[in-house]
């Protein structure tokens, strides 16, 4: 049987992390994570703590990513942790609505940045040509999908980079926004950073790609807990430098609630004429999101189809390319119908509130695998243990309060979206036959 080739290295997987992390988020969320905060000085601190939740979640995974380094990340550490039947929860929900939809969002949010309206012909095509262009590149190797990625996201960290030094240093905007740092009424401000964390995880997510690609990677034990921290690291800090500059060009009152945040303080910085550049860096930064799913995403469809809980084509590597070609294929050809279809996005927003929990699930299995398998070799072992699991676990259940509060009738829905998958895969061990 043909085996996925192992070509992926250190830079590329800490490339995959920003990449996978660094969409839009950043340019869009800000103002609605300031809100509430009282000053520059805790805004900032907000995104530290973003990024202290991400590099928690990233000391965790590099523990199970080094005790199974297969293809299919979160999907092989349910199987293992919990049975097979946790594992196909969170597969097909990942790979029907949440990996593909996703995809699919990112290809149409490509569009619009590129200025072609949403829901028109127009952009459904173009989008759809964007996502099999990327899906015939990763289908042919991995270094060639590996390639593109970083050759996207090094763009774009170079880009933002770029906007961070000029705004600083020509860039007409007030240090004395920074003055003083900490300030204002901070009796609620536990409950406030809490509120924040909501979008923050959006705007953070994506740092635990590495783990889907294990098996791709040259020297996973080494490679994996390097990739994440690195990665995740650079990753806070770019998010840090950003808001900075964003708060020296806006004012606090400004910037609370504003969505074109980058837009805004490029004018403002730089005058009116900056639109077009800016606009131009969230469209490359999409893109490089969108390579980065497409390379990362399938390999869960990959472990699934090769359990043989999925279409038999999808758990197969092509004999020539050495890639999961069916599982990137499915993938890619169900975005795209995804895109055709539209009006999926209130399943995607559905489904938050389960893949919450399996993913308080995944992290809790660091403590199942401590007792079940408590001889088992583990190349790294999570920094912190036991507390970083139980502060994660602590602030992910306070997310999951807030997520369900703000969702209101769609957690129940998705929950029950979710539970559907228990009769499904039942019949799929009884009807469907791999061989």
């Known amino acids: 049987m043909t085996e996925l080739k192992r070509e992926l290295g250190l830079f590329t997987c800490t490339l995959l992390v920003i990449g996978n992390i660094i969409g839009v988020g950043i340019f869009t969320t800000p103002g609605e994570i300031a809100h509430g905060l009282p000053s520059a000085g805790w805004v900032l601190v907000a995104w530290l703590i973003g990024g202290f939740l991400a590099m ?52 149409i949010g490509f569009a619009e940045y590129l200025g072609i309206s949403t829901g028109t012909w127009e952009s459904k095509i ?34 933002m980079g770029f906007l961070v030094v000029a705004g600083f240093s020509i860039g007409q905007g007030h240090i004395a ?18 509120a924040a ?6 705007t953070y997510s994506g740092w635990n790609a590495p783990v889907f690609v294990a098996e791709e ?37 400004q910037l609370v609630g ?32 969108l390579s980065a799913s497409l390379l990362s995403n399938p390999r869960t469809t990959f472990a699934m189809g090769r359990d043989g809980l999925f279409f038999k084509f999808t758990g197969v590597v ?18 795209c119908v995804l895109i055709l279809i539209g009006n999926f996005e209130q399943i995607l927003m559905m489904l938050s509130v389960p893949l919450v929990i399996i993913s308080a699930m995944t992290v809790c299995s660091i403590f199942v695998f401590r007792k079940t398998h408590p001889d088992h070799p583990r190349p790294y072992r999570c920094w912190g243990y036991p507390v970083v699991p139980v502060v994660y676990m602590i602030i992910s259940g306070l997310m999951l309060y807030a997520t369900i509060v703000k969702r209101g009738l769609y957690g129940p829905l998705g929950l029950g979206l979710f539970i559907l998958g228990v009769p499904v895969y039942y019949l799929w061990k009884r009807f469907y036959r791999a061989d």
């Open 217 to 253: 990677m040259k020297d996973p034990s080494r490679m994996i807990p390097l990739s994440l921290i690195m990665g995740t690291l650079i990753t806070t800090a770019i998010y840090l430098l950003m808001n900075a500059v964003y708060l020296y060009a806006v004012p606090l009152p």
């Open 126 to 159: 173009f989008s759809i040509l964007v996502v099999l262009v990327l899906t015939f590149l990763n289908t042919r190797d991995v270094k060639i999908g590996a390639g593109v990625m970083n050759t996207i996201t090094l763009i774009k960290i170079f880009a």
């Open 318 to 335: 092509h004999p020539v390319h050495q890639t999961p070609t069916g599982a990137i294929l499915f993938q890619g050809l169900w975005a």
């Open 197 to 202: 964390l909501v979008p923050m995880a959006f």
């Open 56 to 107: 928690t979640g990233a000391l965790i995974y590099a523990e199970l990513g080094t005790m199974f380094p297969k293809a299919g990340g979160n999907y092989i550490f349910l199987r293992e942790a919990y049975g097979p039947l946790s594992a196909f929860l969170y597969g097909w929900a990942y790979t029907l609505v949440t990996s593909t939809g996703t995809i699919a969002l990112l290809a």
């Open 258 to 289: 504003e969505v074109r945040i980058a837009h805004l303080a490029a004018s403002n910085l730089f005058g009116g004429g900056t639109t077009l550049l800016i606009t131009a860096l969230v469209a490359t930064s999409v893109l490089g999101c």
């Open 177 to 194: 926004a920074f003055h003083p740092f900490f300030t204002g009424d901070t009796k609620d401000i536990v409950m406030v950073m809490g």
